[in-house]
C-alpha cells in the first residue's frame, strides 16, 4: 500500500515522492561541472561542428547558442509554440522539431525563421540529417522524410507502434534507426525507406539510440543500457542501472549515460565494468554530447555542465561522490539516534571500557 503524506504542503504526494523530493533539494547548485544557469529545462543539446558553441532545446519554446568561450547566450531562436524536443545543424543552416507539431528552419547567422514544416500530427521527438535529406520521428509514430531543397515530405511510413524518441543514423548513411516508446528499435534503408531489420529485447520504451561502427547502443526505461550487433541483431552488452536511463554517447574507450536518479556513468566499454559517478545535477540528466575528452550535459534541473573524462577527473568524480555519501550516512545516523558517528564511536569506547571494569 502507497503511504500518502499527511504534510499540508504536500498532499496528494506518496511518502517516497517526499523523499526525492529533499534528496533534490539537498544537491540543489549551480557550480558543479561549472554549471551555465538556463531559463526553463534542456532537452537536447548539440555543439556545433567547430566546437564553438552548444546549442540547447529548452522546454521554454525556443534553442539558445551558447558561447563555449564565455558561457554566454549569443541568440535565442524564438518562434515555436511549445518545448523544442531535438536539434539538427548544417554550416549554415538550424532545424528545430517540437511538441507544437513542426519543424522549423532557421538562418543560423540571422536567427531567421526561414520555414516551416508541417505534416506530423503530434509532437516532434527527434530530428536527424543525412545528406540532402532531414529525417523525423514523432509521436504519431511516424518517420517522415524531407527534402532539404525543396521542403517537401518524400516519404513517411508507420511501422512503430507508439512514439518515436529517437533517431540515429549509421556511417555510410544508408541505414536509419528508429527507436521508440514501445520497446524496439527499426533499421531501416534510407533511400527506400524499407524495414530491414527489427531490434527487440527492451521491456519497455527506448528513450535514445545510438550507432558507431557495427555497434548500436540503446538506452532504455527499463533501466538498462544494451549494445547490439548491427548486422546479426544479438545482444553482448547489458549495463544496468537503478533508474530509467535518458542518454548515452560514445567517449573513446568509455561509454557515458546520463539517468533520472540525476546521475552521470561512465563505462569501460571493454570490460563493461562502471568507472565512475559523477555527480552535481540534481535533476534528470535528459542529454549529452563530447568534444575530445570534455563531456557536455543538459538536465531537467534547467543547466548544462561541462566535465573532463581524463584519467585524473574520473578518480576526482569517485572521491566527492564518496564523500558525499559518507556524509549522508553520517546524517542519517544521527537523524535515527541522535549521534553523530563520531560520538557512536566514542560511546561504543566508554561503554567497552565500563566492561572491562
Same mark, same amino acid.
Given at each position: ?23 533534490? /533539494? ?21 555543439? =556545433?561542428?567547430?566546437?564553438?558553441? @552548444?546549442? +540547447? ?5 525556443? +534553442?539558445?547558442?551558447? &558561447? ?25 543552416? #538550424? ?26 500530427? !503530434? ?65 531501416? =534503408? ?24 557495427? =555497434? ?8 538498462? +543500457? ?16 537503478? !533508474? ?24 569501460? @566499454? ?28 543538459? &538536465? ?9 573524462? =581524463? ?8 572521491? &566527492?561522490?564518496?564523500?558525499? #555519501?559518507?556524509?549522508? /550516512? ?28
Amino acid at each position: 500500500m502507497v503511504n500518502v503524506s499527511q504534510e499540508s504542503r504536500a498532499f496528494f504526494q506518496t511518502d517516497a515522492e517526499i523523499v526525492k523530493q529533499k534528496e533534490k /533539494e539537498a544537491k540543489y547548485n549551480y557550480t558543479e561541472g561549472d554549471a551555465i544557469k538556463l531559463s526553463s529545462k534542456a532537452l537536447e543539446i548539440r555543439l =556545433d561542428k567547430n566546437k564553438k558553441h @552548444i546549442y +540547447v532545446a529548452e522546454s521554454g519554446f525556443f +534553442v539558445r547558442k551558447i &558561447s563555449l568561450a564565455t558561457s554566454k547566450t549569443v541568440k535565442l531562436f524564438k518562434g515555436h509554440q511549445g518545448p523544442v524536443t531535438s536539434i539538427a545543424l548544417t554550416e549554415n543552416r #538550424l532545424w528545430t522539431g517540437s511538441w507544437d507539431k513542426t519543424i522549423k528552419q532557421w538562418d543560423l547567422a540571422t536567427g531567421e525563421c526561414l520555414a516551416t514544416l508541417e505534416g506530423h500530427t !503530434d509532437f516532434v521527438k527527434s530530428l536527424l540529417l543525412v545528406g540532402g535529406f532531414l529525417y523525423s520521428g514523432s509521436s504519431d509514430n511516424f518517420l517522415r522524410k524531407w527534402d532539404v531543397d525543396s521542403l517537401r515530405c518524400v516519404a513517411a511510413e508507420k511501422k512503430h507502434k507508439r512514439a518515436i524518441e529517437s533517431l540515429a543514423a549509421s556511417e555510410s548513411g544508408k541505414f536509419i534507426y528508429s527507436a521508440s516508446s514501445d520497446g524496439s528499435v527499426v533499421k531501416w =534503408d534510407a533511400e527506400m525507406m524499407q524495414v530491414l531489420h527489427t531490434y527487440e529485447g527492451h521491456d519497455t520504451s527506448i528513450y535514445c539510440v545510438r550507432v558507431w561502427e557495427d =555497434d548500436l547502443w540503446t538506452a532504455s526505461a527499463d533501466k538498462t +543500457v544494451r549494445r547490439w550487433h548491427t548486422e546479426t541483431g544479438t545482444q553482448d552488452m547489458v549495463l544496468t542501472h537503478p !533508474d530509467r536511463v535518458k542518454s548515452l554517447v560514445l567517449a573513446g574507450p568509455y561509454i557515458v549515460t546520463g539517468s533520472s536518479d540525476d546521475l552521470i556513468r561512465v563505462w569501460d @566499454i571493454g570490460s563493461s565494468k562502471l568507472l565512475c559517478t559523477i555527480e552535481g545535477h540534481f535533476d534528470e540528466v535528459s542529454t549529452l554530447d563530447i568534444s575530445g575528452s570534455i563531456l557536455y550535459s543538459g &538536465s531537467l534541473d534547467c543547466s548544462i555542465r561541462k566535465w573532463s573524462l =581524463d584519467s585524473a577527473s574520473l578518480k576526482q568524480y569517485n572521491e &566527492s561522490r564518496e564523500t558525499k #555519501l559518507k556524509k549522508k /550516512e553520517e546524517e542519517e545516523q544521527k537523524q535515527q539516534s541522535g549521534l553523530t558517528a563520531e560520538e557512536e564511536r566514542e560511546l561504543e569506547e566508554l561503554m567497552m571500557s565500563d566492561d572491562d571494569e
